[in-house]
């Protein structure tokens, strides 16, 4: 069975910064790129970023540029996701996802395993 689990998120306020985190099992972790997304209530899911399957690409949605950053440790199965200089527009549920190939992707169907999230709060 192919597991991932993120941790991490909690209540912060603007200008706060937080570590996520993805631990991976089931796969053979370092040859799928992964991917984090997020999902916040009346909103559409929309991604964040995504890591190739050996970190040498990165990809990030506008919004987040420059101040967020993924990162992976394939000898570990993690892959990790910091949040700066968050905005309350940041509040949402925080999901990990492995893709089906190497390569970074903002699209969700490139993707086929998902956690169940984890909640960010940033109060103004």
């Known amino acids: 069975q192919e597991q991932l689990v993120e941790s991490g998120g909690g209540l912060v306020q603007t200008g706060d910064s937080l570590r996520l985190s993805c631990a991976a099992s089931?796969?053979?972790?370092?040859?799928?790129?992964m991917g984090w997304f997020r999902h916040a209530p009346g909103k559409e899911r929309e991604f964040v970023a995504s890591?190739?399957?050996?970190?040498?690409?990165?990809k990030y949605a506008a919004s987040v540029e420059g101040r967020f950053t993924i990162s992976r440790d394939n000898p570990k199965n993690m892959v990790y996701l910091q949040l700066n200089t968050l905005k309350p527009e940041d509040t949402a549920v925080y999901y990990c996802?492995?893709?089906?190939?190497?390569?970074?992707?903002?699209?969700?169907?490139?993707?086929?395993?998902w956690g169940r999230g984890t909640q960010v709060t940033v109060s103004s």
């Open positions: 996802a492995r893709a089906r190939s190497g390569a970074v992707s903002d699209v969700p169907d490139h993707y086929e395993a």
């Open positions: 089931g796969r053979t972790f370092s040859d799928y790129a």
């Open positions: 890591i190739s399957w050996g970190a040498v690409r990165t």
